[in-house]
């Protein structure tokens, strides 16, 4: 049984829920969401700037229970992936390897953390924002509960790595007009080849997500 909370306010979901994980105070799966985020936690350590009205939540499940042929180090792949197909949104795709792009521009990200046999899982999205890009969704709370229950059926489905990169690769060209970074480079996707395991070929070095 998934066991769900919901804020109006956290300092992040994500830290939030990892401490919970550490100290085990509740069985997994567990998925915690917020109105809003005092300092939510980005990429590469970036906070993640707030919004008018975002979908923020975090959750988290032991790796046992991922299908047998997923690259855990691939897994924001996996997430970001199924959440885009399970949102359908027009115009809107996963940027290599945890981002999330209506056309040009950024409107969410997903964050993983390993800890463990346990993995944390953490999505923000715009939902409508005057100085960001947005999908222009006017959800309220209740709303968000319950299209995030809805996403949570979707996601513990789990289908095969196969068939989520499947999917993915065909989508992969619209990565080729951004960059990516590594090792405090800026890379040009461009130059790079992606890998049955979600991994990013460049030149002759294997690039994968730890994010």
Sequence with gaps: MLNFFCFKELVSTQTWLVDQVKNQVFTLPAC?????QIKGVGSR????ESVENA?????????AILPSDLPLQSI????GYLFKEWLNY????????????LGDFKVGGVLTQSLG????????????????????LDWDFQIKQEKLREFLDFFFRLPSW????????LEFHKNFGFTFHFNDQEMSFCNASLCEDGSLLVGNQKIYSLR
């Design 162 to 169: 196969d068939d989520i990169f499947w999917n993915y690769k």
């Design 55 to 63: 979908l923020l939540f975090s959750f988290a499940f032991k790796k």
């Design 45 to 48: 350590n970036n906070s993640w």
């Design 76 to 79: 924001s792949i996996y997430v």
């Design 90 to 101: 027009e115009g809107l795709w996963l940027k290599w390897p945890n981002d999330l792009y």
């Design 117 to 136: 046999d346990q993995f944390v899982c953490g999505v923000g999205l715009n939902l409508y924002a005057s100085s960001y890009a947005s999908l222009s």
């Design 32 to 36: 915690v969401m917020s109105e809003r």
